[in-house]
């Protein structure tokens, strides 16, 4: 079935080259983000980023991943950490849609580096505690995940592993697999 170039150009990618990314392309991810969809318009991301030339705020950010991140993230030109309020702010309740919505909003940034000519990977492989702790960041807001932002390279610049993972072909469900129609 045909879909969007945008969503069919999107690939969670591991090589990336380490040409800077420039400052209206890095304000324009995070516009793709200010625009997405929330339960009750409450908009509960918020990003912390880093760029490669910010050198000691940066090891901040790098230290804070696993091990097999780290090999292939060290030359990544962006780095964004994504978090999201728990409770709604007009009320003081728990957000149950909080981290549905910061997925979205991830998912913008990840469309929109592609309408730029960037990538982005979204990972989870990071030390939780070392994160709130290194990165401040308060008790009321949810962990998402760091993004590697950049403009894709050729996957022979990762070494292995890292390269057969990302030469492998891209695989996904068939609908049958997630789709219902009617009742589960």
């Known amino acids: 079935f045909e879909i969007a170039e945008l969503i069919k150009s999107r690939k ?16 324009s991810l995070f ?18 980023y880093v760029t490669r030339d910010q050198t000691s705020l940066w090891e901040k950010f790098f230290n804070i991943l696993n091990d ?12 964004i950490f994504s978090v999201s309020r728990k409770s709604f702010k007009r009320f003081n309740a728990p957000n ?10 991830n998912t913008s940034i990840a469309l929109q580096a592609v309408a730029l000519g960037l990538q982005v ?14 990165l401040n960041i308060p008790d009321e807001f949810d962990l998402g995940v760091m993004l590697a932002v ?3 390279a050729p996957a022979d610049a990762l070494p292995e592993p890292v390269r057969a993972k990302e030469l492998a072909a891209r695989e996904r469900y068939v609908q049958e697999a997630f789709i219902k129609n009617g009742i589960f």
């Open 12 to 27: 969670s990618t591991r090589a990336f080259l380490t040409t800077a990314i420039e400052p209206e392309k890095i304000q």
């Open 31 to 48: 516009e793709a983000a200010r625009w997405s969809a929330s339960s009750m318009n409450e908009q509960p991301w918020h990003y912390l």
């Open 68 to 79: 097999g991140n780290k090999v292939w993230v060290e030359n990544v030109p962006l780095l």
């Open 96 to 105: 149950a849609y909080a981290l549905y919505d910061l997925g979205a909003a």
């Open 121 to 134: 990977r979204q990972m989870a492989g990071y030390d939780h505690d070392k994160a709130r702790q290194v």
């Open 150 to 152: 950049g403009y894709p």
